[in-house]
């Protein structure tokens, strides 16, 4: 079956620092991909998504880029700021095999600090 | 236009009890999905349904959970005799149509069986 593997964590940063929150995934089809973050006591947020092969999804200075030849969607950011602390996931749909659920990595604890 | 509502946030109930969640998905989306996070862990799907109809059962325990989503009224993800195993985090996501599959996440009911 399909599965997404994310780098664990917790991932502590300074402020400005660069950072990298890597995922792979394995899935039957061609599947959708997509970043969500998680506020503390929060639900989850769409922050990015790509949805064929070397598409590249950005938002709020997130991107990730549809790797289909390395099976990979890692996450960057250019200089991560305090805000952008929570828990990101990385996840897959497979709509071309008649899965539209979400399959969720472990999820990756990002703390920046000042 | 509101979002994707879960009620209650916080439940508490003794071993046995039953648990009923609610969620009233955004306004004009007729898919909802309901996932279940456990502490340190992502996100477990659990069932698919469209108006009146379960599409995808797939990550339900076999006994004790059921869910609806009725023509008129929120969908409720109903747990039966509670056990302490069941405290969690239980998502609720809606998305349009399965053309536009992208999901949008409620609060989340954080379930604690005491």
């Known amino acids: 079956g399909d599965s997404v593997t994310q780098m664990e964590g917790p991932v502590t940063l300074s402020e400005e620092a660069f950072l990298t929150i890597n995922c792979t995934y394995t899935?039957?089809?061609?599947?959708?991909l997509f970043w969500y973050v998680q506020y503390p006591g929060e639900g989850l947020q769409l922050l990015l998504k790509?949805?064929?092969?070397?598409d590249k999804g950005s938002n709020k200075g997130f991107e990730a880029t549809y790797r289909k030849e390395t099976t990979s969607f890692h996450l960057e950011k250019g200089s991560v700021q305090v805000s952008d602390s929570a828990v990101y996931f990385c996840?897959?749909?497979?709509?071309?095999?008649?899965?539209?659920?979400?399959?969720f990595g472990k999820g990756t604890k990002l703390s920046v600090i000042p | 236009n509101a979002g994707v509502m879960q009620n209650p946030r916080h439940l508490v109930r003794r071993r046995g009890q039953e648990a009923r969640l609610r969620c009233s998905p955004m306004?004009?989306?007729?898919?909802v999905y309901w996932y279940r996070q456990l502490p340190e862990e992502g996100l477990k799907f659990m069932v698919y349904?469209?108006?009146?109809?379960?599409?995808?059962e797939s990550g339900m325990p076999k006994e004790r959970f059921s869910a609806e989503f009725p023509k008129e009224g929120p969908s409720i993800l109903r747990i039966q005799q509670v056990v302490r195993g069941d405290s969690a985090a239980y998502f609720c996501?809606?998305?349009?149509?399965?053309?536009?599959?992208?999901?949008?996440f409620g609060p989340g009911t954080r379930l604690t069986v005491t």
């Open positions: 790509a949805t064929k092969a070397d």
């Open positions: 306004k004009g989306h007729s898919h």
């Open positions: 996501a809606s998305s349009p149509s399965t053309e536009d599959y992208e999901q949008y």
């Open positions: 349904l469209q108006k009146e109809n379960i599409i995808d």
């Open positions: 899935a039957t089809g061609y599947p959708s």
């Open positions: 996840a897959l749909s497979d709509p071309g095999a008649g899965s539209y659920q979400l399959t």
